[in-house]
T-cell receptor, first 110, second 115 residues
Framework: KNEVEQSPQNLTAQEGEFITINCSYSVGISALHWLQQHPGGGIVSLFMLSSGKKKHGRLIATINIQEKHSSLHITASHPRDSAVYIC????????????FGKGTKLSVKP | EPEVTQTPSHQVTQMGQEVILRCVPISNHLYFYWYRQILGQKVEFLVSFYNNEISEKSEIFDDQFSVERPDGSNFTLKIRSTKLEDSAMYFCASPPTGGSYNEQFFGPGTRLTVL
């Protein structure tokens, strides 16, 4: 079973395009994370959300708790944004461990 | 800026051998996690550790796995008798003090290859 579903699985964009990656989940959560995984494998935390919207530079993350849905937007995309973007949730019954989506592989072409 | 470190970065071992993966979390963090990622698959939770004991573990974390915090700084994951299917990237992570439901800082990972 997949508690966390991401779409699309793969995404190719031209430099400058506005990008949206979606995440849906099926269980009650206490928080949702967006993570970035670089080609070398390292994982970096981008956002943690429990409601509303957060912005950091060209990245915006939103969450709708009622609809169990979150989106990650990248404005003015750049080739250095190419990475795998992963949605992960803290579900209500856990001890803080994360449940991960399969990730969205983003490739931004110059 | 403080960071989580892991050693080794790559470990190659023969099936049946024991391996120990090491992590040095950010000091003052209280909760620690091990995750693994088989090549091409999603990251999966293995075990969480708080107050020097396991607080939660997944179905993957069977009797072949163990975790320790031997000296108050290092956090180790031991696989007693490795299998081919243990080949994966292993990440440790910890959130800042203040609770387990927080942003997590990930180490760079150890790539384990079992031959």
């Amino acid at each position: 079973k997949n508690e966390v579903e991401q779409s699309p699985q793969n995404l190719t964009a031209q430099e400058g395009e506005f990008i949206t990656i979606n995440c849906s989940y099926s269980v009650g959560i206490s928080a949702l994370h967006w993570l970035q995984q670089h080609p070398g494998g390292g994982i970096v935390s981008l956002f943690m959300l429990s409601s509303g919207k957060k912005k950091h530079g060209r990245l915006i993350a939103t969450i709708n708790i009622q609809e169990k849905h979150s989106s990650l937007h990248i404005t003015a995309s750049h080739p250095r944004d190419s990475a795998v973007y992963i949605c992960a949730i803290h579900y209500g019954g856990s001890q803080g461990n994360l449940i991960f989506g399969k990730g969205t592989k983003l490739s931004v072409k110059p | 800026e403080p960071e989580v470190t892991q050693t080794p970065s790559h470990q190659v071992t023969q099936m049946g051998q024991e391996v120990i993966l090491r992590c040095v979390p950010i000091s003052n963090h209280l909760y620690f996690y091990w995750y693994r990622q088989i090549l091409g698959q999603k990251v999966e939770f293995l075990v969480s550790f708080y107050n020097n004991e396991i607080s939660e573990k997944s179905e993957i974390f069977d009797d072949q796995f163990s975790v320790e915090r031997p000296d108050g700084s290092n956090f180790t994951l031991k696989i007693r008798s490795t299998k081919l299917e243990d080949s994966a990237m292993y990440f440790c992570a910890s959130p800042p003090t203040g609770g387990s439901y927080n942003e997590q800082f990930f180490g760079p990972g150890t790539r384990l290859t079992v031959l």
